[in-house]
């Protein structure tokens, strides 16, 4: 059974940093592209940031380019986002997710999902 | 970048109803499309991707279609578990948006 656990989130004051991780198992993580999609309180998904299995490629969405980096340790299954510079619109809860398996895809859609973890940017 | 636009925004259908709820795409995405449910105060379940593939254990009443620029996600038979807001998201390149959902009620 896949399970994903997030952690790391917590309040934090606007400008400030935190680092989300999330603990995949049940699946050989090596072999998936893993996602970080957020979702505002009252508000739709949001898709944050997508890493290939082999970590070697990262892409972002504009509202978190040049603040958020994705990484992998795939020794661990772990997941990982450093997030910086934080703004009170970042104020969401952040899910870890796994892609689908690749089958040809760059980008494939999202099978799993973690519970969340809240991040609350606020003074 | 692709928007993605989803209508209606909220919908509410009686049991049995057949509801239909579409996306459409700034520009063409081939059959690059997933539609996700998110029931209340739960996770989003995948449902179809590939624009009408439907994804392991999803109930035959799902179905999608489509492609290129206009997408459409039905319930053959609405019940009262598919009161939930569905989303569609694009993954031909990033970014991978999503549509801003559409909650589906009983009425």
């Known amino acids: 059974e896949v399970q994903l656990l997030e952690s790391g989130g917590g309040l934090v004051q606007p400008g400030g940093s935190l680092r989300l991780s999330c603990a995949a198992s049940?699946?050989?993580?090596?072999?998936?592209?893993m996602s970080w999609v957020r979702q505002a309180p009252g508000k739709g998904l949001e898709w944050v940031s997508i890493?290939?299995?082999?970590?070697?490629?990262?892409y972002y969405a504009d509202s978190v380019k040049g603040r958020f980096t994705i990484s992998r340790d795939n020794s661990k299954s772990t997941l990982f986002v450093q997030m910086n510079s934080l703004r009170v619109e970042d104020t969401a809860v952040y899910y870890c997710?796994?892609?689908?398996?690749?089958?040809?895809?760059?980008?494939?859609?999202?099978?799993?999902w973690g519970q969340g973890t809240l991040v609350t940017v606020s003074s | 970048d692709i928007q993605m636009t989803q209508s209606p925004s909220s919908l509410s259908a009686s049991v049995g109803d057949r509801v239909t709820i579409t996306c459409r795409a700034s520009?063409?995405?081939?059959?690059?499309l997933a539609w996700y449910q998110q029931k209340p105060g739960k996770v989003p379940k995948l449902l179809i991707y590939?624009?009408?593939t439907l994804q392991s254990g999803v109930p035959s009443r799902f179905s999608g279609s489509g492609s290129g620029t206009d997408f459409t996600l039905t319930i053959s038979s609405l019940r009262p578990e598919d009161v939930a807001t569905y989303y569609c998201?694009?993954?031909?390149?990033?970014?991978?948006?999503f549509g801003q959902g559409t909650k589906v009620e009983i009425k």
């Open positions: 997710a796994k892609s689908i398996p690749s089958s040809g895809y760059l980008f494939p859609p999202i099978d799993s």
């Open positions: 049940g699946f050989t993580f090596t072999t998936y592209a």
């Open positions: 890493i290939t299995g082999s970590g070697h490629s990262t």
């Open positions: 520009q063409v995405i081939s059959n690059y």
């Open positions: 590939a624009a009408s």
């Open positions: 998201q694009k993954y031909n390149t990033a970014p991978l948006t």
